[in-house]
């Protein structure tokens, strides 16, 4: 499994996908209260949500998360021109 976090670099999606969880709506039809429990526990472990469409291959932050919650890591490499847009 390839991670967001590799070859010195932080791969980060482009833009939303079609089914983004930070998206208006439930288009990815979780259990209520999913998506903040994701965030919740990527915040705090200062981590990431990848895309759900990265994660049989080669993974890539959520742009929705990148977005709205970046963690100081994320915030890191933004500001040190570590990021990759996939």
């Not at 209520?32 to 705090?44: D, F, K, L, N, Y």
């Amino acid at each position: 499994m390839w991670k967001p976090f590799r070859n010195g670099k932080v791969y980060v999606m482009r833009q939303m996908c079609a089914t983004c969880i930070f998206r208006p709506g439930n288009l990815m039809r979780l259990s209520e209260g999913r998506v903040e429990s994701m965030v919740e526990q990527a915040t705090e472990l200062q981590s990431c949500i990848p895309c759900h469409g990265t994660l049989g291959g080669k993974q890539a932050v959520c742009h929705g998360f990148f977005k709205l919650h970046a963690t100081l890591p994320l915030k890191l490499a933004a500001a040190m021109e570590r990021i990759e847009w996939q």
